[in-house]
Structures are given as C-alpha cells and as structure tokens.
C-alpha cells in the first residue's frame, strides 16, 4: 500500500502573473490559498489546487506546448458556468456540446495564455 496522498496541484506558467490572476480570481472566481510573490496557488475543489506562476528563463511557458494541456473542471452545471463565463466577457471556442463518444457535455475556453479550460459533466 503506499503512502497517502494529501492534495494536488498542477502548476501553469505564464508571462503575465497580474492578467492569470485577475482571470482566475475574478472571471472563474477562485480563492486564493497561498500567494507565493511569484506563484499563486487557488483552491479549485475539495483537495485539489491549481498553481499560476510567473514565467522565468528557466521555466519559459512555450505556447505551442500549451497545446497539449487541458485544465478541465467538473460540474453538473456546465450551462450555468457557460452563461456565467460568456456573461463576463469570456469567449468561447466550443459552446456546450454532449460527446456521444465520451458520454460527456462540455464547453471550451482558454485562459490569457492560451491554456485550453474545459468545463464538463460526466453523463
């Protein structure tokens, strides 16, 4: 058996701290639970936190890496986040659509830097 584990956070960088923040905090309304100076670290759910941090030359953000990454968030409200989000200005690159596939409903976004957010329920 292994040991537990007790949270988890997954870390973004980003070039513009003030811009992630002001998105994370004021647009997806997060709560800050650590502010580091250069990382900033929110409580999205339960255990589990995500983690903004400025960009340095050693850990430069590469946009076309960020391709590869989706911060998805779970919720039996897709639509209300959706008319929530799109209310605050937020553009959409795919509104609420149910993936027959996956068994899933789900609507993309992305972050200032392109990170790809996903909202989805599981159906």
Not at 61 to 90: H, M, R, S
Not at 91 to 116: A, M, Q, S, V, W
């Amino acid at each position: 058996m292994h040991p537990p584990i007790e949270q988890q956070i997954t870390f973004l960088y980003t070039n513009d701290l003030s811009a992630s923040s002001h998105f994370y905090e004021n647009k997806l309304g997060f709560d800050l639970w650590l502010d580091q100076g250069t990382c900033r670290i929110y409580s999205v759910a339960g255990s589990g936190y995500l983690g903004i941090c400025q960009a340095s030359e050693t850990s430069k953000p590469a946009v076309d890496k960020n391709k590869g990454v989706i911060f998805t968030l779970v919720t039996q409200q897709v639509d209300e986040w959706f008319e929530y989000l799109k209310a605050q200005g937020i553009e959409f690159e795919k509104p609420p659509t149910l993936n027959e596939k996956y068994r899933i409903y789900h609507c993309f976004l992305r972050d200032p830097n392109g990170y790809l957010i996903e909202i989805q329920r599981f159906e």
